[in-house]
């Protein structure tokens, strides 16, 4: 497909478990981000990629959390020691560079993480 | 504070009726300002940009206050099919990453 691709769509996992959630980004995208979403809440930045190096990490709750893009491409988002309040939708994002008047990002369909 | 602020809603509005949502954001430095819309279950999506001078898209007009920090969305005869949450999203000068609000829920009703 053309759009952002992420998987699992969902997981169910129990607390203290370790977990890895997939995105696949359009291709030619440059630019990748994480972003998490609770219920009521808007989308919550966690990570931002160019290329293949993170180029932000600061919304990254703490070091349980850790992303990778090895090739530039597809990312994968760790999460170590499951706990409850990690429950939420995980959206992966990519576009082009950011500028003044660009800020199209596309969106996956999220995965859905439920901790029990 | 929350850097990017909206009133959560929900409006109920009938078709037809002209809605106006606000956003507030802390961020004096912030250098650019969209709109998102999230469907229920669903991806946000961009809706519009925010242009310093005002810019209108259709039935959606998008205005920027920069000396009150306020960002503004109208949107005109409503149809069924804007029921949805709006996204106030802003970018801060030297970051590439967006900000987004918490969202403002809209129900349009027949």
């Known amino acids: 497909g053309a759009g952002v691709s992420q998987t699992p769509s969902n997981k169910v996992t129990e607390k203290g478990k370790y977990v890895e959630l997939r995105c696949d980004p359009i291709?030619?995208?440059?630019?990748l981000y994480w972003y998490r979403q609770s219920l009521g809440q808007g989308p919550e930045f966690l990570i931002y990629?160019?290329?293949?190096?993170?180029?932000?990490d600061s919304g990254l709750p703490n070091d349980r959390f850790f992303a990778v893009r090895p090739e530039g491409s597809v990312s994968t988002l760790k999460i170590q020691r499951t706990e409850r309040g990690d429950s939420a939708v995980y959206l992966c994002a990519s576009g082009f560079r950011l500028s003044a008047n660009t800020g199209e990002l596309f969106f996956g369909e999220g995965s859905r993480l439920t901790v029990l | 504070r929350k850097e990017v602020e909206q009133d959560p809603g929900p409006f109920n509005v009938p078709e037809g009726a002209t809605v106006a949502f606000n956003c507030t954001y802390s961020n004096s430095a912030s250098q650019s300002f969209f709109w998102y819309r999230q469907d229920c279950r669903k991806e946000p999506k961009l809706l519009m940009s925010v242009y310093s001078s005002g810019n209108e898209d259709g039935r959606f007009t998008a205005q920027l206050n920069r000396a009150s920090q306020y960002i503004s969305l109208l949107i005109r005869d409503s149809k069924l099919s804007d029921s949805a949450t709006y996204l106030c999203?802003?970018?801060?000068?030297?970051?590439?990453?967006?900000?987004f609000g918490s969202g403002t829920r809209l129900q349009v009703q027949p």
């Open positions: 999203v802003v970018n801060e000068a030297g970051r590439r990453a967006l900000t």
């Open positions: 990629f160019q290329g293949t190096g993170a180029a932000d």
């Open positions: 291709s030619g995208h440059t630019a």
